[in-house]
């Protein structure tokens, strides 16, 4: 696969709930990075600083916060896994988005999705509506999707995934790749 000039891929794990199934998921696709010879850099939404939360943070944004922001603009593409929460993606995550940088930390940016949800649908709902914000900030949307329903059934008793859903992801993963790499050209 060709280079990413030194750019990663950032893998976002779309919660701050500690062992989340979103970052299971996140480190699974971080290992497809590397299989792939990509670097995929994990970033959860527990490493965001508390100072982030305080109303300040609106005018002037943390130094912790600040290094986050740059990791997202100057990675070659945003890989988010999201959990479904009532319906929709974390607030957190929405919270993340609204303090990054207008209008550069998604002008142009590849990004792809993942959902994982315990019901049914595997967040579509949540990667809906995701889409829909990336589209407003004028991201590049990776048509290619995976959903993940009944999330810890797909786990096995020594935290194995179902080959299914590994190659589902690891097929997502290499296109993803090489859509970061038609869009850099």
Not at 25 to 44: K, T
Not at 64 to 70: E, K, S
Request: charged residues 25%; positive net charge.
């Amino acid at each position: 696969m060709g280079k990413m000039s030194n750019r990663p891929i950032m893998v976002i794990s779309g919660t701050n709930r500690p062992q989340s199934n979103a970052m299971r998921i996140a480190e699974i696709m971080a290992r497809h990075y590397r299989e792939i010879g990509v670097e995929g850099e994990l970033f959860s939404l527990c490493e965001m600083p508390r100072e982030i939360f305080e109303p300040a943070a609106y005018a002037q944004k943390p130094a912790a916060f600040l290094a986050i922001q740059r990791r997202v603009v100057e990675a070659a593409g945003l890989h988010v896994v999201t959990p479904e929460y009532n319906g929709s993606f974390p607030g957190v995550l929405k919270y993340f988005l609204d303090m990054l940088k207008f209008p550069e930390s998604f002008e142009g940016k590849p990004v792809a999705f993942v959902g994982e949800a315990a019901g049914q649908w595997g967040a579509l709902r949540a990667v809906e509506q995701l889409q829909m914000i990336f589209g407003y900030r004028h991201a590049h949307i990776f048509p290619q999707r995976v959903f993940i329903a009944a999330v810890r059934e797909k786990f096995d008793s020594e935290g194995k995934l179902e080959a299914e859903i590994e190659q589902r992801l690891a097929k997502q993963v290499k296109g993803f790749a090489e859509f970061c790499l038609l869009l850099k050209g």
